[in-house]
Nanobody
Framework: QVQLVESGGGLVQPGGSLRLSCAAS????????MGWYRQAPGNQREWVAS???????NYADSVKGRFTISKDNAKNTVHLQMNSLKPEDTAVYYC??????????WGQGTQVTVSA
């Protein structure tokens, strides 16, 4: 199971921006997908964005046009640039990695709070 280290969460005002990063420990492994889920208090976990093998990118409708997922191949790191943040974006954000074989890996979670 690959270790994922997240960073970049924090407190931001509505309309502001944050950039999350997720670094994988085993860069030599291929993967089917990497991306992000989030979970707000009292809510179910919801998928946010992903990069699928072949670099196909997918976004949840709720973040289209505001969030951008990208990948740094040299560091095997995935980023989530979050712009025009809204209070409803407040959640714990979890990075995930689906390997070609084996278990899905999860990051530890990083808190994003959007509040005035």
């Amino acid at each position: 199971q690959v270790q994922l280290v997240e960073s970049g969460g924090g407190l931001v005002q509505p309309g502001g921006s944050l950039r999350l990063s997720c670094a994988a420990s085993e860069s030599v492994l291929s993967f089917l997908a990497m991306g992000w889920y989030r979970q707000a208090p009292g809510n179910q976990r919801e998928w946010v964005a992903s990069i699928v093998r072949g670099d196909k990118i997918n976004y949840a409708d709720s973040v289209k046009g505001r969030f951008t997922i990208s990948k740094d191949n040299a560091k095997n790191t995935v980023h989530l640039q979050m712009n025009s943040l809204k209070p409803e974006d407040t959640a714990v954000y979890y990075c995930f990695r689906d390997p070609t074989l084996g278990l899905r890996s999860w990051g530890q979670g990083t808190q994003v709070t959007v509040s005035a």
